[in-house]
């Protein structure tokens, strides 16, 4: 992922002489401000799901089943957010976008449940 963004900072930086949507480069921030603020938004709530329908399940394959469905879906929107940014940062030559890539990364690594987490959640 930071190679990732690595790539699009570079070719954000090299497309901002030629950027082909250079003049709406504000109302693509915004816009993908609001799409980052709406992929938070949905990523938690799957996320909350997650761990209310874990403690309900009475199996651990049962729950990590759960846990791969609602986290793959919940990550994914994260994604969608992030690769908005990468397309915007493109389109308008303007790399400021690619901060819009950080909340992915923080969710991705501080809210997908691992192992352990399931297992201690399935023991309440």
């Known amino acids: 992922a930071v190679l990732a963004v690595a790539v ?13 949507m250079a003049e709406s480069a504000d109302v693509l921030f915004m816009l993908n401000a609001l799409a ?10 799957l996320k909350r799901m997650i761990t209310a329908r874990v403690m309900s399940r ?27 940014a990468g397309v915007a940062a493109f389109l308008t030559g303007n790399a400021l976008n690619l901060a819009f890539v950080l909340p992915f990364l923080a969710f991705a690594a501080l809210f997908f449940p691992s192992g352990a987490r399931v297992a201690s959640l399935m023991r309440r």
């Open 8 to 20: 699009l900072w570079w070719v954000a930086g090299r497309s901002a002489n030629a950027a082909p």
């Open 36 to 45: 980052s603020v709406g992929a938070i938004e949905v990523g938690y709530a």
């Open 58 to 84: 009475d199996t651990e394959e049962a729950a990590f089943g759960q846990v791969r469905a609602l986290g793959i879906a919940s990550v994914a929107v994260m994604e969608a957010s992030a690769l908005t």
